[in-house]
């Protein structure tokens, strides 16, 4: 664990921290997390601007803080974008970044700060203080800032949340662009699902200060480890069932869920007779046809009432309510949903595919057994 | 018109001004930014020179700076002369009397600047003392200008405090104020009239001066 960023966190007040983070040398992490969730608490204590109360923190075999010692932010060599940026408002933009570049002879500032500015799509703008600059300006100067320093490591702290969606955008392209260059750890804060899928290589997913879970960000979303972080993932189609049996050997997992059998991929560590939680990503999700019976309808078929039916476009988001169960919901192309004559208040057979239905640890169960993707 | 007065005057205003913000700075980036307790307290300590009467004020610090206290006989065996009644001692009431005007508006000027851009100085290397120098101080300017300029005109212009503490003895602790009144006493009329003017024009060009600079802070 010499190379890259290690964090371990510890404390109760004021926001309580039990999270684990490690970033590798050209890795992007995200922490992902509702609004205080501690993500920011995280990246001030990795900057030396907040003292945890235990822990560790380690960058490239250096330490950083282990309670004991605890470097001020001026010997950790990192850099931090602030979500208000933060820049210095008397200073140019030129002037902001050469001001971070004080470890540079006095002679080769200027040379940096306009390099760096450049690296940030930003020449030509050297001159203006933050206010004659727009907000996505603004973002480049701090990251422009962030970088004079040669940091060990990057933070980046909601770095487009205040910015348009057209901007944003370009900025992620530029920040995707900009690891190829720099190969170091960087860790994004968010609470952008997307922006998070789209970015990082890793994701760590936070709540109430405590890592739940960390792994690739495509494998969080089709596998998270427990109820709680799918509803932080914001996933549909979460439900309770009971453990009927394992089939190791034909890979499925059975389980009693409204009355009906269903088929899962095997899920193991659960015993018969345990009341899980369970989630099927709406791709896996199969309208019957009506006309013509297709293949694959043998495969955990569900019959219920169709309650919503809602079009956007191209697709049509269908919500079918099976028992007494939350809806079940679907997308499905809206001329499908046309040919199928597909209204509310209808009956309506679906295919829960076994492969896409994923069993979790239902809230409240011990925790432990799931904890790393 | 009392020349001596006013020089006496402005150098008393100079020497406050040199030894009182500097002290007025730190006092007023630790009300800004230190979390403590009892903060109200101190700040209403701060303020107490705005709404005590001069005459209050004047003789507590004349029964801290006379011979029977510490202060006075500290000051006595090593200057070997009275505090009360001195230069010295005027320059020490006129620092307790001028705390509100110096320390307030440095205050809010720091008050003002965002925690954030501290911290983004320290995170880019920047030492306390760099990250005051460089970041703080220029963002403040404005509001330590203005804690200058009141803190001088507002000693050129104290008269009970300096009543009360320094008496009236020419060249030592007459100052133009009490030259003014002094004159009125002796039907003066020609010489109060001037020495009242000059010191109208002296302070309208001050308190000018620091609207002046709040206008272009609202602004930038």
């Known amino acids: 664990m010499s190379a890259g960023l290690y964090a371990r966190l510890e404390q109760e007040a004021p926001i309580p921290l039990a999270a684990e983070l490690h970033c590798a040398p050209g890795e992007l992490a995200a922490l992902v997390g509702p609004s205080g969730s501690g993500k920011t608490t995280i990246l001030r204590c990795i900057a030396g601007l907040h003292r945890p109360r235990a822990g560790e923190v380690r960058c490239n075999g250096a330490l950083w803080y282990d309670g004991s010692i605890d470097l001020p932010p001026q010997e950790r060599r990192v850099g931090l974008v602030f979500q208000s940026y933060a820049l210095f408002p008397h200073l140019s933009a030129l002037g902001n970044v050469m001001l971070a570049a004080g470890h540079v002879p006095p002679g080769q500032r200027e040379a940096k700060g306009r390099a760096l500015l450049e690296l940030v799509n930003l020449a030509g703008l050297e001159g203006r203080r933050p206010a004659q600059l727009s907000g996505g300006q603004q973002q480049r100067v701090a990251l422009a800032r962030a970088l004079a320093r040669d940091p060990e490591a990057l933070l980046l702290d909601e770095p487009f949340a205040a910015v348009d969606r057209v901007t944003r955008r370009k900025l992620q392209r530029e920040l995707a662009l900009l690891r190829e260059r720099v190969r170091i750890p960087i860790v994004l804060v968010t609470h952008d699902l997307d922006e998070a899928r789209v970015l990082a290589d890793s994701m760590t997913i936070l709540h109430h200060g405590k890592t739940l879970q960390r792994g690739v960000p495509g494998e969080i979303l089709a596998r998270p480890c427990s109820a709680e972080v799918a509803r932080l993932l914001d996933l549909g189609n979460l439900f309770e069932a009971v453990i009927l049996e394992q089939r190791p050997e034909s890979n499925r997992t059975l389980l009693e869920w409204s009355g009906t059998t269903l088929e899962a991929r095997h899920a193991p560590g659960f015993s018969p007779g345990e009341r899980v939680s369970w989630v099927v990503a709406p791709e896996y999700v199969i309208l019957h046809r009506r006309d013509r019976p297709s293949q694959g309808e043998r495969e955990n078929p569900v019959q219920g009432i169709v309650e919503e039916c809602v079009s956007m476009g191209e697709t049509t988001s269908v919500a079918i309510r099976v028992g007494d169960q939350p809806w079940l919901t679907m997308n499905i192309a809206t001329h499908h949903a046309r040919r199928n004559q597909l209204a509310a208040g209808q009956t309506a057979t679906v295919t829960l595919l076994a492969e896409g239905i994923h069993i979790m640890q239902k809230d409240g169960a011990q925790r432990g057994r799931a904890a790393r993707a | ?220």
Do not use: C
């Not at chain 2, 800004?32 to 307790?37: C, K, S």
């Not at chain 2, 030492?127 to 001088?152: D, M």
């Not at chain 2, 320094?166 to 133009?176: A, H, L, S, W």
């Open chain 2, 1 to 220: 018109m009392d020349w001596s007065a006013f020089g006496l005057s402005l150098e008393l205003a100079a020497w406050t001004a040199l030894l009182l913000v500097p002290i007025g700075a730190w006092i007023a980036r630790e009300l800004a930014w230190r979390p403590m307790a009892g903060k109200a307290w101190l700040e209403a300590l701060v303020a107490l020179p705005l709404v005590l009467p001069p005459t209050v004020l004047g003789y507590y610090l004349l029964s801290a700076f006379g011979g029977g206290s510490w202060l006075g006989q500290a000051y006595q065996s090593i200057a070997g002369r009275p505090l009360a009644f001195s230069f010295n001692g005027l320059l020490l009431a006129s620092m307790v009397f001028n705390l509100p005007f110096a320390v307030q508006p440095m205050q809010r000027a720091f008050e003002a600047i965002p925690q954030e851009v501290r911290e983004a100085a320290w995170v880019s290397g920047l030492s306390r003392w760099s990250a005051f120098r460089r970041v703080e101080l220029p963002l403040a300017w404005p509001g330590i200008v203005s804690s200058l300029v009141l803190t001088v005109a507002h000693t050129v212009g104290e008269f009970g405090v300096v009543l009360m503490m320094g008496g009236n003895i020419p060249g030592e602790t007459r100052t133009i104020s009490i030259a003014i009144y002094d004159r009125v006493q002796a039907f003066d009329e020609s010489a109060a009239a001037a020495m009242s003017a000059m010191l109208l024009a002296f302070s309208l060009l001050a308190i000018g001066i620091v609207y002046a600079l709040s206008d272009r802070r609202r602004r930038a």
